[in-house]
């Protein structure tokens, strides 16, 4: 009877833990002190009463690295949901941008920095090598981005391994495609804007060239003008108000004109002549080059009309000035097809075509005023020599329009050659030719 109070004393004040030994399974009853938690193996002051097996100490590891783990996922989750919310609103604005570039807005030198949105990608430079190089950082900038956000989301699988260590789960496929996607998308943008940059480079390069030439060449022009005015030491009233006088029909008076001329593809050369020679007023001028003297002559020979050649080629010309008055003469070319025009007094009196058709002028020969070169600069023919008087002999590389020649030939207009000017220091005289001052307008009103 007192054996079995006991076991019943036992049985309600302790507790069973069961083992496993050798021959089977069996009871250990050990007595909880007052206070302690039941079911734990620690007392009331937090001493461990047993120890626990192999088995339970690495579960329980596990559950505690799991609960960091997760935790740590938690965390992760947060911080990258941030960073793709980040992401998203900066795609978002770059294809706004390039919508809106698609659309077809006008982009000035003002509007084309508004196309990219504030805070972006930063602010875009101004120069657009600068702007090139920028972007090109930004899309190395975001690569990097992306992949550090694909490294970080691979998270850590809870299957543990007998050794402990943990494996990497990688980034899910749904996700992976979206930023994929994204990034092939912002990098097609971008290269578009770098083309679109690289292009408008180039063409402000080509302006800027361009400009900067025709700015050179009419300052070079504007400075031969001011030092032919400085140099010109004369008694006339301007540099261009004299004439050369031819008073005999020989082989030695004659005028030169000091500039050559460049490789030209059209003229126009204009002339106040007076003469009363006959037959024929004779060679007015020519212009000869190194393997062909008659590179371009106007010339009345004889009982001929007045003949314009281009590279030896001949065009008769309708004009009639041997009256002993000032006439005023014109003459047009233009390589393509040869067309020429012949204008006297301001009024145009006859046109043609397939004159040395598509024949460029060639550069670097010599002007003669009075004769006809046999050879270049030299061997005239007294036959051919012009007799009279000749001022302001101005050529163009280029044909000047109606109007133009209506003004000169009226005397409302001054507008001396852009290839060849009328300038006292630009002419000289060789055999007894001279010059005169002489003031176009009013000698010619005199006649009248």
Not at 45 to 67: A, C, M, Y
Not at 277 to 291: D, K, M, N, R
Request: with cysteine; aromatic share 6%.
């Amino acid at each position: 009877m007192l054996a079995l109070i006991v076991g019943l004393l036992i049985l309600a004040g302790g507790r069973a833990v069961r083992s496993q030994d050798a021959t089977g399974s069996r009871f250990v009853c050990n007595a909880i002190p007052p206070g302690a938690e039941p079911g734990c193996g620690y007392g009331p002051t937090g001493n461990r009463v047993q120890s626990s097996s192999p088995v339970e100490d690495e579960l329980r590891n596990t559950i505690i690295q799991l609960r960091e783990t997760i935790l740590q996922q938690k965390e992760t989750i947060v911080s990258q949901q941030g960073t793709i919310k980040e992401l998203n609103s900066k795609l978002a604005r770059c294809e706004a941008a390039a919508d809106e570039s698609s659309q077809g807005k006008p982009r000035g030198h003002g509007s084309r920095r508004k196309e990219y949105g504030k805070n972006t990608m930063g602010d875009l430079p101004r120069d657009p090598g600068e702007t090139i190089d920028q972007l090109g950082k930004t899309m190395q900038s975001l690569k990097g981005r992306l992949e550090n956000l694909e490294h970080s989301l691979r998270l850590p699988s809870s299957n543990i391994s007998s050794g402990g260590v943990s494996a990497l789960t990688p980034l899910p496929p749904e996700l992976r495609e979206l930023l994929r996607q994204r990034l092939g998308a912002l990098e097609t943008q971008l290269l578009r804007k770098v083309a679109e940059l690289e292009e408008e480079k180039s063409q402000l390069y080509n302006e800027t060239a361009a400009h900067r030439q025709r700015t050179e060449s009419a300052l070079n022009s504007l400075l031969e003008r001011i030092t032919e005015l400085e140099k010109s030491n004369n008694a006339f009233k301007s540099p261009e108000d004299f004439k050369v006088s031819l008073p005999l029909r020989t082989n030695y008076l004659y005028g030169r004109i000091k500039k050559s001329l460049p490789e030209m593809y059209a003229f126009t050369v204009c002339m106040w002549l007076k003469s009363s020679a006959s037959p024929g007023i004779g060679t007015p001028f020519s212009y000869g080059v190194p393997g062909q003297a008659n590179e371009i002559v106007l010339i009345e020979w004889g009982n001929n009309p007045i003949e314009l050649l281009v590279n030896d080629k001949v065009a008769q010309l309708p004009l009639s000035v041997s009256d002993g008055r000032w006439h005023h003469i014109c003459i047009t070319w233009t390589t393509r097809d040869g067309f020429w025009e012949a204008y006297q007094d301001g009024e145009r009196l006859g046109t043609g075509d397939n004159l040395a058709p598509w024949h460029p002028i060639k550069p670097g020969g010599v002007i003669i005023l009075g004769q006809e070169q046999d050879i270049v600069g030299g061997r005239f023919d007294a036959t051919q020599a012009f007799v009279g008087e000749l001022s302001q002999f101005n050529m163009w590389d280029r044909v000047l329009r109606p109007v133009d020649i209506m003004g000169l030939a009226n005397c409302s207009a001054y507008m001396p050659g852009n290839v060849v000017p009328w300038i006292d220091a630009n002419v000289e005289v060789f055999g007894g030719a001279s010059k005169a001052a002489l003031e176009i307008c009013e000698d010619r009103a005199f006649d009248s």
